[in-house]
Structure formats: structure tokens, C-alpha cells
């Protein structure tokens, strides 16, 4: 083993050689030999193994072998140095090895070692991006667990860094097809990351991008299979793959695989959901979901059936008056419990596809069913009325802080709620039953009211999704208060409004 004499000595032979250094390769071997050396050879060899590597291309195994050797020494001093030339071993067809021991290396526990390892791969990414992909989803796909995990994030973090330059179409290529065959075998969490990763690529920012990763959410959803409302996991797997897909819908993006899929496989089976998620409103979760969905269907060859799914469930959460129930455990005295947060869902995604098939409610509809549906509109439309003014008197004249308070935030949000329902139910009853409204689903944001603006009529509320376009005011944002996100509806699925208004 060489000294640090002789390291010294050696390194001067190469540094004085110049355009000969190539000529004394046993010069450079001593070199290599210092990483079997006490500390000190060990952090001399990290600088000077990479110093001349390019000159020994003979003896270029050895060298990234024994610099990985310092890579992993017990020294963490030696470690870092040792990392942070790894780099300099990125030429040619060695680039792909050096990502991969690099993306092996992310697995160190230790903070500074760890930063050291993302700049080093970063490094290496501005010379070749594809070479240092090829190193990740190497070990992404065969790499140990930890290190999958930490590769994943990578990407996930950094690629959004990177200059147009680095990241060219073929880059982004690249990516995606390395990501179909990860996606082949993924976690949930592995999943939202991958869409993160492929969502923000600028190839993929066009439509026909858009449509491509919606079929990669439908494929992953496994929409093709038949739904089974008793498995968490097929239940959470579709959820999860369903809240990837939303922001990817436009007008030019269509959700109707989706909706479909959901009033023939889920809605039927509303009642059964499990989950392995605890405290989750599956129910709500689901109708959320379908609502945000319903708003960018394309041309649909089962609309009548899905609008006849809907509808259907929507009866089962819009009661009939106590005294006109034909089973008469309605009667007397007890009132039903109104669901908001269920109807508003029902209700707006009803709307939404009742626009493309008009005549739904007159023509495909019996008399006597119609007449049931609308006598059941008006008594969830007088339990409304009368919920509303509660609401407003309760919230009157409070600003600021007073509006923050946990009770505050459920009487806000049910206010949304209810006036979303309340122009939702007007419009059903106009003859014929029309569609023109639009409302902001409760938990979306919305848009605040200028002082001084006009307000607009209840056919003219805010539409859904939110535009960025300064339409008037909407009658929806009347209130000063500007409701929170949907968070707090949740614990407004179950409400006895009559019940309720006595206890305020």
C-alpha cells in the first residue's frame, strides 16, 4: 500500500506529464492503491483518482471501482469527498454506471451525504440526461426498496428543475416510457408521484398529452374489470386513480369513461363501499368525485342509463314528506334526515348530464314517477328554505375571526350547500325542467365580489369549474364570507335540519 509520500510523488509525476500523462499508467495504479491505504491515502486517492481518470480509459473499471470503494467507507469525511467527484467518472459509456451507483447511493441516511448525491446526480443530468435516466429507473425497477422509493422522489422533486435544454421531447420520451413499465407494478403513493412527474412534463401539456395520461389513470383504475365494493384496495385503488384523472378534464379531455364507470359499477353499490382509509366519508368521497367528473363528459352512449343511475339514487336521499311516505315510518312527528353534502353531489351531477339529454324528466319518465320526483323536490325544497334563513340569521353581521371559529366554518360551508341545491331545485322545476344554471361545487373555490359590482341573477352563478374570466358576481357569493374547502361538509352528511334549527 503507497504512502503519502508516495501518493504525492506519483500525483507529481502525472501533473508534470501533461500531454504524456497517458504514458504512466503505474503511476496512476498507485494512485488506485491508495484506497487500500489508512485515512489519509484515502482522502488523497478521492482527489486524485479522479483528477486523471479521462487519461486511463484502460483502467477505467479499477478507478470507478475503487472510487466506489470510498463511497462506502466507514469515514464519512472520505465518503463525501469521495461522492462529490463522482461526476468527473461520468464520460461516455460510463455515465449509465455512475447513475446507477449514484441513485444507489441516495439510500445514506446521512443529511449532508444525501444533498451530496442529489447535486451529483443533477451534475450528471445537465451532460446526459438520458444516460443518467437510464441509471434511475434502473434501480427504480430492480433496486432495493429504499432506494426505489428515494429514485422515485427524485424524479418526482428535480426534473422540474431542470433547464428546457436538458429536458428535450425526446428527454420526455424517454421518461415516459421508462414510467409505463414502472407503472406496470406501483404503490399508491408511487402513483400520485408518477403522475406528478409526468403531469409536469411540456410535451404532455397538450391535449392529446392530457388524453394520454388519462389512459394511463384508466388503465392503472383497471376500469375494465368489474367493481367490487367489499375490496379496500380495489375500492382505495380506484379513488386514488380517480383524483389523478380529475385535473386532467377539460372541455377537450372528456371524463365519460369515468362517469359511466362509476354510475353502472359504483353507484349501485353506494351503500357497501369499504375503506382502508379510517374516518373517511366514502360515500361523500365518491359523490365528490362523480360531481367534479360530471361537468366534462363528452358524447355518452349510455347517457340514459347513467342519468337513470343517478336519478334513481337521488330519489333514495330526497325523502317523501312524513304524511305522504307510503310505508308510514315516516309518520307523525319525525322528520327525515336531510343529506346536503349527498344531494348537492347527486343533484349537480344529475344536472350536468341531464343538459345533454333535456327531455329526460318529461319524455323518458312515467307521469306518476315524475310527480313522485317533483313532490319530493318541494318538501326537500321547503326544509331548505327554511334552513337557509337560519343560516344567514346565525351568520349575520359576523366577520373576521368570528367567522373562524369551528361552528362558524360547518354553518358557512352548509350555507354553500344549500343555496347550490336551492338554484339546482329551481331550475328541475321550471316547465320544461331546465339547465341552464351553474353553480360552484361547495368545496371548489370561489371567486370573491368586488365592492360595487353588479349582482347577477341565481341563473347566472358562478360556473363549474371556476373560470379565470371577470364574469360579473355570482348570487352564490352574495354572503362576505368566502366558504371554506370541503373538508368541513363531511360533517354535514347526516342533518335533521328541524332538529337542529330548535337546538340553535
Request: hydrophobic share 35%; charged share 25%; net charge negative.
Amino acid at each position: 500500500m503507497p504512502t503519502v509520500e508516495e501518493l504525492y510523488r506519483n500525483y507529481g509525476i502525472l501533473a508534470d506529464a501533461t500531454e504524456q500523462v497517458g504514458q504512466h499508467k503505474d503511476a496512476y495504479q498507485v494512485i488506485l492503491d491508495g484506497v487500500k491505504g489508512g485515512t489519509k491515502e484515502k482522502r488523497l486517492a478521492a482527489q486524485f483518482i479522479p483528477k486523471f481518470f479521462k487519461h486511463f480509459p484502460e483502467l477505467a473499471d479499477s478507478a470507478i471501482n475503487a472510487q466506489l470503494d470510498l463511497c462506502e467507507d466507514e469515514d464519512v469525511s472520505i465518503r463525501r469527498q469521495a461522492i462529490k467527484e463522482l461526476p468527473q467518472f461520468a464520460t461516455g459509456e460510463n455515465l449509465p454506471r455512475v447513475a446507477d451507483i449514484l441513485t444507489q447511493l441516495l439510500q445514506t441516511d446521512d443529511s449532508a451525504e444525501f444533498n451530496l448525491v442529489n447535486n451529483a446526480l443533477l451534475s450528471i443530468f445537465k451532460m446526459d440526461a438520458k444516460g443518467t435516466l437510464g441509471g434511475l429507473f434502473s434501480q427504480i425497477l430492480q433496486g432495493e426498496d429504499i432506494v426505489r422509493e428515494r429514485a422515485i422522489k427524485f424524479l418526482s422533486t428535480k426534473l422540474k428543475t431542470l433547464p428546457d435544454e436538458v429536458l428535450t421531447k425526446e428527454v420526455e420520451e424517454l421518461i415516459l416510457t421508462e414510467s409505463k413499465k414502472v407503472l406496470e407494478d406501483v404503490t399508491g403513493e408511487e402513483f400520485v408521484l408518477f403522475m406528478k412527474i409526468l403531469s409536469g412534463l411540456k410535451s404532455l401539456q397538450t391535449v392529446s398529452g392530457r388524453q394520454q395520461l388519462v389512459e394511463l389513470v384508466a388503465e392503472q383504475a383497471d376500469l375494465e374489470q368489474t367493481f367490487n365494493p367489499s375490496d379496500p384496495d380495489c375500492v382505495d385503488r380506484l379513488l386514488q386513480c380517480t383524483r389523478q384523472a380529475v385535473p386532467l378534464f377539460s372541455k377537450n379531455v372528456h371524463s365519460t369513461r369515468f362517469v359511466t364507470y362509476f354510475c353502472e359499477q359504483v353507484l349501485p353499490n353506494l351503500g357497501t363501499l369499504t375503506t382502508p382509509v379510517e374516518g373517511l366519508d366514502i360515500q361523500l368521497e365518491v359523490l365528490k368525485l362523480l360531481a367534479e367528473m360530471s361537468s366534462f363528459c363528452g358524447d355518452m352512449e349510455k347517457l340514459e342509463t347513467n342519468l337513470r343511475k343517478l336519478f334513481d339514487k337521488l330519489l333514495e336521499y330526497m325523502p317523501l314528506p312524513p304524511e305522504e311516505a307510503e310505508n308510514g315510518e315516516n309518520a307523525g312527528n319525525e322528520e327525515p334526515k336531510l343529506q346536503f353534502s349527498y344531494v348537492e353531489c347527486l343533484l349537480y351531477s344529475f344536472h350536468q348530464l341531464g343538459r345533454k339529454l333535456p327531455d329526460f324528466l318529461t319524455a323518458k319518465l312515467n307521469a306518476e314517477k315524475l310527480k313522485d320526483f317533483k313532490i319530493r323536490l318541494q318538501y326537500f325544497a321547503r326544509g331548505l328554505q327554511v334552513y337557509i334563513r337560519q343560516l344567514r340569521l346565525a351568520l349575520q353581521g359576523k366577520t373576521g375571526e368570528a367567522l373562524k371559529t369551528e361552528e362558524n366554518k360547518i354553518k358557512v360551508v352548509a350555507l354553500k350547500i344549500t343555496n347550490n341545491i336551492n338554484v339546482l331545485i329551481k331550475d328541475l322545476f321550471h316547465i320544461p325542467p331546465s339547465y341552464k344554471s351553474t353553480v360552484t361545487l361547495s368545496w371548489k373555490p370561489v371567486q370573491k365580489v368586488e365592492i360595487g359590482q353588479k349582482r347577477a341573477s341565481e341563473d347566472t352563478t358562478s360556473g363549474s369549474p371556476p373560470k379565470k374570466s371577470s364574469a360579473g358576481p355570482k348570487r352564490d357569493a352574495r354572503q362576505i364570507y368566502n366558504p371554506p374547502s370541503g373538508k368541513y361538509s363531511s360533517n354535514l352528511g347526516n342533518f335533521n335540519y328541524e332538529r337542529s334549527l330548535q337546538g340553535k
